[in-house]
């Protein structure tokens, strides 16, 4: 679709420059088609690599009303870095400046989507299915160890 629209932009540029009589040094430009894979690379078997839930959303804005965990800042934004939650098991993609200028484009967010699925594999053999991990998400990109209470008895 986004190609079918840059043509249609492109041809009502070039018929107002023609009607108009404007000079214009170039020519008619136009890009090569997306190229589109045949078919998309799915991950099938969800149960065996442990992936018990994928959301995929979309939109203009941000509505986490929904979301019943204490991963926001005072703004009401996740806290999350680079796509990592502050929850352990808890990922976004397609956010703002994510990671990267495109991240917030379904184009843009595959390199995300490869960074957070290592990450993701680290949390998921770090504990056992159905078991929380032993550290947070975030302090182990951090590469860091949270801090520990020492509970008395």
């Given amino acids: 679709m986004a190609d079918l629209k840059l043509g249609r932009l492109l041809d009502r540029a070039d018929e107002w420059i023609e009607r108009s ?7 008619p430009e136009r890009f090569a088609p997306t ?4 078919s998309p690379r799915l991950l099938v078997d969800f149960a065996a690599h442990r992936i ?10 941000p509505d986490y009303r929904w979301l019943r965990v204490p991963v926001f800042d005072r703004k009401s934004r996740l806290r999350h870095t680079g796509g990592i939650v502050d929850a352990p098991g808890l990922y976004t993609l397609g956010l703002n400046f994510m990671r990267r200028r ?13 960074e957070i699925g290592e990450h993701l594999v680290g ?11 032993r550290t947070s998400s975030i302090a182990a990109v951090r590469g860091k160890e949270p801090k520990r209470r020492a509970m008395s008895s």
């Fill in 52 to 61: 018990g839930t994928v959301l995929w959303a979309t939109g203009f804005r």
């Fill in 102 to 114: 495109k991240s917030s484009f379904i184009h843009g967010a595959e390199d995300d989507v490869h």
């Fill in 35 to 38: 190229r589109v894979p045949d």
């Fill in 123 to 133: 949390h998921l053999r770090r504990a056992p299915f159905g078991e929380p991990p």
């Fill in 21 to 27: 009589g404007a000079k214009c040094e170039l020519g």
